[in-house]
């Protein structure tokens, strides 16, 4: 069957069309995505504007149509922090449903851990063993840990790229001393539960997802997209501490150059790169595993496992 999961994200909103199959992985069958961005479209009063709600729905009725036209029997729907926390959340809910029809569920920040963990382990296996996952979105950071595909420890930090480089960087490029208060900023909220991590044991391998880490990984020397899905990638500590201080020193547009960033997200690669390196030194891990299933995937595999055999 074909299933759609369409993600309204902090900062893209995406569609994705897999055929699936029970005991197989889901095959890509069609997307359809917009930079939305919306955590960037909150007003004084912490409420998404009317600009980025209409132009939500309008995806939202296009990847419906999309949807249909490609055969798709069901869609999933989700959101997560930026509609999560908006103080208007439940009126942008009401009406995508009243345009659309659609019933969009808002994840929490632990579900929106557990369902990426859960892809994270099907796409490297029980060869693993204990697995360290991380995912950095728009607003918020993801960290889980585990054995089973339920992780023992699943947290949510609001340590977002889009929401650090909102609150704390100041300037294109950002100032030194804005870049230093995010870095302080981020060390001291990923400590705050760093130790419930570190508690249920070393993990086997540290992995991470999003495309914040992909494009970080990317700009370190990891082979381009283009090379598909399973070739290796992986992200250093030792580079990450030199992406901070290059990216940092400069505008967002020289950084929309280098290959593998898209211009939509050169804005938040400081803040990116600070949150991946405080969260790597303070959970010790020398290097990430790059995984390409994140919490689309999971949501999907979720789905899987309750249809038929």
């Not at 995505?33 to 709600?53: C, F, Q, V």
């Not at 060869?127 to 947290?155: N, Y």
């Not at 949510?156 to 300037?171: C, E, I, K, N």
Request: charged content about 25%; glycine content about 10%.
């Amino acid at each position: 069957m074909r299933l759609g999961v369409l993600d309204l994200g902090s900062n893209t909103v995406h569609l994705l069309l897999v055929d699936a199959h029970s005991g197989a992985a889901p095959v890509p069958a069609s997307k359809l995505k917009m930079p939305l961005r919306l955590s960037e479209h909150l007003n004084d009063d912490g409420e998404i504007g009317t600009p980025a709600i209409d132009a939500l729905i309008d995806f939202v009725a296009r990847g419906q149509r999309l949807a249909e036209d490609k055969g798709a029997t069901e869609v999933m729907a989700f959101a997560t922090s930026a509609i999560r926390e908006a103080r208007n959340g439940d009126h942008v809910l009401a009406r995508v449903r009243a345009e659309t029809g659609l019933d969009i569920e808002v994840l929490s920040g632990v579900d929106e851990a557990r369902m990426t963990f859960l892809a994270v382990r099907r796409w490297f296996g029980w060869s693993s063993d204990r697995i360290l996952a991380f995912d950095i979105g728009g607003g918020s950071l993801e960290l889980a840990s585990g054995t089973d595909e339920e992780p023992d420890v699943a947290v949510s930090v609001p340590l977002g790229a889009g929401r650090l480089t909102r609150d704390y960087l100041v300037g294109d490029p950002p100032s030194p001393e804005s870049v230093r208060e995010a870095r302080r900023h981020a060390r001291a909220s990923i400590a705050e539960v760093a130790g419930r991590l570190r508690r249920v044991g070393e993990p086997r391998l540290a992995v991470a997802t999003s495309k914040t880490f992909r494009q970080l990984a990317r700009i370190a020397g990891a082979a381009p997209s283009s090379e598909g899905v399973h070739v290796r990638r992986v992200l250093r500590l030792d580079d990450v501490r030199e992406l901070v201080p290059r990216l940092a020193g400069m505008t967002a547009t020289q950084r929309s150059r280098i290959p593998g960033v898209s211009e939509g997200r050169s804005e938040q690669m400081v803040a990116g790169a600070v949150v991946a390196e405080a969260a790597m030194e303070l959970l010790d891990v020398d290097e990430l595993v790059i995984c390409p299933w994140a919490l689309r995937e999971g949501i999907i595999l979720r789905r899987m496992d309750g249809l038929p055999r």
